[in-house]
C-alpha cells in the first residue's frame, strides 16, 4: 500500500511537473539529461533527436535544461550518503557573460559530493556564504577534518562558521596540495559538459544549469547501491524520481 501510494503521488507530480509542454515528459528527462551528462551542445541534440524523427528547436531544448535541471538536483539529492567527516574544499572558475565567476565545492576523501555554490567573487564573504550553505544543509553532521588551499580567506570563513553555531567544535584545517588533488579532478569532471565558447549568457542561467551539473555528476558516481551501476540504472533511477515509466527497460 505505501509503494503505490508513493508510486500515485510521483506520477501525480510528473503531470504537475509537465503540465502545458508540447512533448512527452519522457522525452523531456532524456534530452535533459543528455546535456548535462556528455558534452554536448544543444544544436548537437536538436539534431540527434531530428534522427529519431523529432523536431526540437534548439532554443526549446534551453528552456527545458533551465526548467529541469534544478528539479533533477532536487530529486537526487534525496539519495546522496553523508560525508565521511573529511571534506576537501576549492574553487574553479566558470566564464559568465564573459566574466570569470567562482565555483565553490566541497567533496569528502572518498570523492562523495557535499556541497556547491556559484559566487559572483573570490573573497571571504563569498567563502563564509558557501560554509554558511553547507553547513546548513546537513546541522547533524559537521565536518572534523577540512582540507583547502593557501587561500586566505578560508581560515577566518571556519573560524565565523564556528561562532555563528554552524560547527559544533573547531575542525583540524589542513593545508596541502596533494590532499586537493582530488577536488581539482572533480572540478573537471563536473565542468567537461559546461559550455566551452563564450561561456553562460547569465548568472542566472549558470546558477540552475550548474545545479543539473553536479546532480548527474552524482548519478554518475553512484549512491552506495549494491549490484551494478550502468547507465540503464541511472536511467531508471532518475526515471523514477519524476514518476515516469522507464525508457529502453530489458
Known amino acids: 500500500m505505501i509503494l503505490s501510494a508513493i508510486a500515485a503521488k510521483l506520477k501525480q507530480r510528473a503531470r504537475d511537473d509537465f503540465r502545458g509542454r508540447h512533448f512527452e515528459a519522457t522525452l523531456i528527462v532524456q534530452a535533459v539529461s543528455w546535456y548535462l551528462r556528455y558534452p554536448l551542445s544543444y544544436r548537437d541534440i536538436e539534431e540527434m533527436l531530428l534522427e529519431r524523427g523529432l523536431e526540437v528547436d534548439h532554443s526549446t531544448l534551453n528552456r527545458w535544461v533551465l526548467a529541469y535541471a534544478p528539479q533533477v538536483g532536487k530529486r537526487l539529492r534525496q539519495f546522496r550518503r553523508p560525508h565521511c567527516g573529511s571534506v576537501r574544499i576549492d574553487e574553479t572558475y566558470i566564464k559568465v557573460r ?68 554552524l560547527l559544533p567544535r573547531m575542525p583540524t584545517h589542513h593545508v596541502t596540495k596533494h590532499l586537493q588533488q582530488g577536488i581539482e579532478s572533480d572540478h573537471f569532471r563536473v565542468k567537461r559538459a559546461m559550455p566551452r565558447v563564450g561561456g553562460f549568457r547569465s548568472f542566472n542561467t549558470a546558477r540552475r544549469t550548474i545545479q543539473g551539473f553536479e546532480a548527474m555528476l552524482w548519478l554518475r558516481k553512484g549512491f552506495g547501491f549494491a549490484g551494478a551501476w550502468t547507465i540503464r540504472e541511472q536511467n531508471y533511477l532518475l526515471a523514477c524520481c519524476f514518476g515516469l515509466p522507464v525508457a529502453n527497460k530489458a
Not at 124 to 131: I, Q, T, W
Open 98 to 165: 564573459g566574466q570569470w565567476r567562482y565555483l565553490y565545492r566541497a567533496i569528502d576523501k572518498h570523492g562523495q559530493a557535499v556541497d556547491f555554490l556559484l559566487t559572483a567573487n573570490r573573497d571571504l564573504d563569498a567563502a563564509k556564504r558557501f560554509f554558511r550553505k553547507m553547513f546548513s544543509a546537513e546541522p547533524l553532521l559537521a565536518p572534523d577534518r577540512i582540507g583547502t588551499d593557501g587561500a586566505g580567506p578560508y581560515p577566518p570563513a571556519i573560524a565565523e562558521s564556528r561562532k555563528e553555531g
